[in-house]
């Protein structure tokens, strides 16, 4: 069984940045991140592979969001820049997906509690 903890978010004007952290308890593989808006389904984000080397985003997100994946401390970070009202919403951390399945929520085995964005306008 793996905990994730996530840590990080909160309010920022539209322009500003966040950086979010997920500690896992456990050994972890390939990690992500996804995010959900009032009224809105769960849409993928970022995702890193287990080494941290590989990356894949949202079209959405690409060019102002970074993550990646401290290996030693078994944390994923994802870096927001230049936040926009549309990114607001409660991102979850989530852990052990196929690589092939990154993009997609059923395909993650663990799930973090969330922490809330907010990006005022």
């Known amino acids: 069984q793996v905990h994730l903890a996530e840590s990080g978010g909160g309010l920022v004007q539209a322009g500003g940045s966040l950086r979010l952290s997920c500690a896992a308890s456990?050994?972890?593989?390939?990690m992500g991140w996804f995010r959900q808006a009032p009224g809105k389904e769960r849409e993928f984000v970022a995702a890193?592979?287990?080494?941290?080397?590989?990356?894949n985003y949202a079209d959405s997100v690409k060019g102002r969001f970074t993550i990646s994946k401290d290996v030693a401390k078994n944390t994923v970070y994802l870096q927001m820049n230049n936040l926009k009202p549309e990114d607001t919403g409660v991102y979850y951390c989530?852990?052990?997906?196929?690589?092939?399945?990154?993009?997609?929520?059923?395909?993650?085995?663990?799930w973090g509690q969330g922490t809330q964005v907010t990006v005022s306008s």
């Open positions: 890193v592979n287990w080494g941290g080397d590989v990356t």
């Open positions: 989530a852990a052990d997906a196929r690589w092939t399945t990154v993009l997609q929520s059923h395909g993650y085995d663990y």
């Open positions: 456990g050994r972890t593989f390939n």
